[in-house]
């Protein structure tokens, strides 16, 4: 079935360093994928996303694209800052028409000033 | 305000309580969700709904119930409370006109069974 893995976490890094979060799928069909963030004490939100083989999803410095070759939808951020603190999930959709999410099991970032 | 707003943010209950926490959204969406939140686990699908009277199990349905009179609420009962059940639960909600729309989420309840 379908199924995200993205890289265990803390992911610790200092202000202004840049961001790489992996995350790799496993789907049949055309699944669309998703970068979700949750900040501590709220929802998730979507940060960004991609429909379709090669598109490049991209949200408040945030950018991901969508590798079918390699079944890969890594997140990145050239430079980090204090409040981009907060965890972040990989998630691609289940397919179909039930619009249903399947999500990583969700990576911790903590940048330090 | 438009949006999607779960009630109540925090409950402790006792093990085989019935508990029900509810979830209500402004933007007339079709879907809607419930997922728990476990640390190493992510985010699993508890149920879901296509519509008003059309719900359907997702991957950990067993000791949830759920309902979908309106639209608009999307309630998740607990019957008989179970300490394995202690979670942080998501209610999310999307529109139907196309797939693969992102789904909007609630800020959650993190309910603690004792």
């Known amino acids: 079935g379908n199924s995200v893995t993205q890289m265990e976490g803390p992911v610790t890094l200092s202000e202004e360093a840049f961001l790489t979060i992996n995350c790799t799928y496993t789907?049949?069909?055309?699944?669309?994928l998703f970068w979700y963030v949750q900040y501590p004490g709220e929802g998730l939100q979507l940060l960004l996303k991609?429909?379709?083989?090669?598109d490049k999803g991209s949200n408040k410095g945030f950018e991901a694209t969508y590798r079918k070759e390699t079944t890969s939808f890594h997140l990145e951020k050239g430079s980090v800052q204090v409040s981009d603190s907060a965890v972040y999930f990989c998630?691609?959709?289940?397919?179909?028409?039930?619009?249903?999410?399947?999500f990583g099991t969700g990576t911790l970032l903590a940048v330090q000033p | 305000d438009a949006g999607i707003t779960q009630s109540p943010r925090y409950k402790i209950t006792e093990t085989g309580r019935q508990v029900t926490l509810m979830c209500h959204q402004t933007?007339?969406?079709?879907?809607m969700f419930w997922y728990r939140q476990d640390l190493g686990h992510g985010l699993r699908l508890i149920y879901y709904?296509?519509?008003?009277?059309?719900?359907d199990k997702g991957e950990v349905p067993d000791g949830y119930v759920v309902s979908r009179s309106k639209t608009e609420n999307f309630p998740l009962t607990l019957e008989s409370a179970t300490r394995s059940q202690t979670s942080v639960y998501f209610c999310?909600?999307?529109?139907?006109?196309?797939?693969?729309?992102?789904?909007?989420f609630g800020d959650g309840t993190r309910l603690s069974i004792l």
């Open positions: 998630a691609l959709s289940g397919g179909g028409a039930t619009n249903k999410l399947i």
């Open positions: 991609a429909t379709k083989a090669d």
């Open positions: 789907a049949t069909g055309y699944p669309s």
């Open positions: 709904s296509a519509a008003a009277d059309i719900t």
């Open positions: 999310a909600s999307s529109d139907f006109r196309t797939v693969n729309q992102p789904q909007h």
């Open positions: 933007w007339s969406h079709s879907y």
